[in-house]
């Protein structure tokens, strides 16, 4: 690993790939670091080995658009580590990586986190019997391993994502029998107001009503307005409880994929001690960053969903306003170059994004079901805390999440508050009946990822 260099760049998902391509090019040191071992990110996953004629017709035209990125990123001379993770990043600019084998440490001169977005957690009663996974997860098998879920498949949640997997896994050939939708019916009228900024974004509209069609056609039941949604089985997955339009309703089935759309990933953001605020309309949280992703630490920007979810396209274009500001700031161009560079990227950026305000409040997760009714249902799955664990120590004078680590451990197992970061904020909150961005978010610390202690012992410095 090279110790020292102009820029590090951590993700190679459309926003890392796009960022690291053009730094390069207007000639800055780069490393780019990412955990997965092939460029592209969650979208573009396995793009450089996947055989386009075998899986075009399942994961689209726009899945191999990564190819081009991926080709160019290659082409750039980018310093390009794959399989290692981030565990910790420093406001100077150092981090630590670790590569499954030894650990070490690296310094850019400026850092742009281009680290994504996850799968917001969904937990509902049974979602941790076997059976039951998320939907992108599945996804995931599907563009890195091929595989397809078999038996009866039912898809629950909302967002667009959720119909794209529908769709490609049924174009894998899965069985799927039912999608259970969540999105609620006065979600229409408050996305309404937002459609004629959408048309701006015509494209991307015609292929998200084309995308409807196509999930209409798979064949299987669909089921609107769906609350309450339960996993149930001795040992496995038997059968989905339900209510969909006023009637309870309960399917037979062998796999239930949740989604209740994606969320920026902070965990770096706020390890390295980024200002972060809470997006209402989406309930998540998020850097706060300028029109370029700088964050309140001097030496970082971000680029991309883990700024906020705008997706792909927008995160390639973030991702190259970030490499045009990072080349300023290092001297490698001057201000009006960096400006006029940016003038149409802006434009396209505006474009790409002109959806996301319909789409964002069209699929608005109920705050209901992002904090779960039901005392028994698991929240943190690493240290085994359920929604009553985390209401009991409100009563006994928990304030917040990192007060809750004191009383339960919540959120201290491997994945370090990931998986339950949000859902724990929202059932301290409900509980105490004051607003999320009150009761506030975990305090992460490193490591962000396991490292082990060969790994540090293997460390040279
Ligand atoms: C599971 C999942 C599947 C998705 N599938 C689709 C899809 O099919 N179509 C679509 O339009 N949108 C999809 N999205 C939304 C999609 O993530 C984005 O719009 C787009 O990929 C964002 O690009 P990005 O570059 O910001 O981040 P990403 O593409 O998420 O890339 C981030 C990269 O950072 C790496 N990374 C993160 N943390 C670390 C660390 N600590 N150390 C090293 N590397 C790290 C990750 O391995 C990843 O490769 C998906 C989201 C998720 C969560």
């Known amino acids: 690993m090279t110790d020292a260099c102009d820029l590090i760049v951590i993700g190679a998902g459309p926003a890392g790939l796009a960022s690291a391509t053009l730094a ?6 780069v490393v780019a670091i990412d955990e997965q071992g092939t460029p592209g990110g969650q979208i573009y996953r396995n793009v450089e080995a996947v055989d386009r004629a075998e899986f075009e017709p399942i994961l689209g035209e726009e899945y191999f658009a990564g190819a081009e990125l991926a080709e160019k990123f290659r082409a750039a001379g980018v310093d390009y580590r794959a399989g290692v993770a981030v565990w910790r990043v420093d406001p100077d600019g150092s981090m ?87 999105t609620r019916f006065g979600a229409w009228f408050k996305a309404a107001p937002h459609v004629p900024r959408a048309f701006r974004a015509s494209d991307q509209l015609a292929k998200g009503s084309a995308m409807i069609n196509r999930v209409r056609a798979i064949g299987a039941q669909v089921y609107w307005w769906a609350h309450s949604i339960e996993a149930k089985g001795r040992g496995k997955l038997e059968s989905v409880a339900f209510t969909a339009s006023g009637a309870a309703r309960e399917i037979e089935a062998d796999m239930l994929l ?21 997006y209402p309309v989406q309930r998540y949280w998020r850097p706060v960053v300028d029109h370029w992703g700088a964050t309140s630490v001097e030496t970082l920007a971000v680029a991309g969903d883990g700024g906020g979810i705008f997706g792909a396209e927008a995160a390639a274009i973030a991702g190259r306003l970030a490499a045009l500001d990072a080349a300023f700031r290092l001297g490698a161009i001057d201000e009006a170059m ?41 929240v943190c799955r690493c240290e085994e805390i359920t929604a009553g664990d985390i209401r009991e120590a409100v ?47 975990y305090r992460i ?15 040279e410095d």
């Open 338 to 378: 960096r400006d006029d560079q940016a003038k149409t990227l802006r434009q396209d950026y505006h474009r790409a994004t002109a959806l996301r305000p319909m789409l964002d409040r069209l699929y608005a997760p109920d705050p209901k079901a992002v904090a779960p009714a039901d005392d028994a249902t698991l």
């Open 24 to 29: 390069a090019e207007l000639g800055l040191s």
């Open 258 to 278: 949740l989604h209740e759309g994606v969320v920026p990933n902070t965990q770096l953001t706020r390890q390295v001690g980024c200002d972060h605020e809470w």
């Open 395 to 441: 009563r006994l004078g928990a304030t917040g999440p990192n007060q809750l680590k004191a009383f339960t451990r919540c959120g201290m197992g491997p994945c370090q508050g990931r998986m339950c970061g949000l859902a724990v904020s929202e059932v301290i909150a409900a509980e105490r009946g004051r607003p999320v961005e009150e009761v506030g978010y």
């Open 96 to 182: 630590a990586w670790s590569d499954g084998e030894k650990a070490g440490v690296a310094k850019g001169r400026r850092i742009i986190a281009a680290t994504g977005a996850m799968e917001r957690p969904m937990p509902i009663p049974g979602w941790t019997l076997p059976g039951v996974m998320a939907a992108g997860a599945a996804q995931t098998l599907l563009k890195s391993a091929g595989m397809a879920p078999r038996g009866r498949v039912v898809i629950a949640g909302s967002g667009p994502l959720m119909l794209l997997v529908a769709q490609q896994l049924h174009a894998a050939e899965a069985e799927i029998v039912a999608v259970v939708d969540t």
């Open 445 to 459: 610390r490193p490591p962000l990822k396991p490292v082990t202690l060969a790994e540090l012992a293997a460390m």
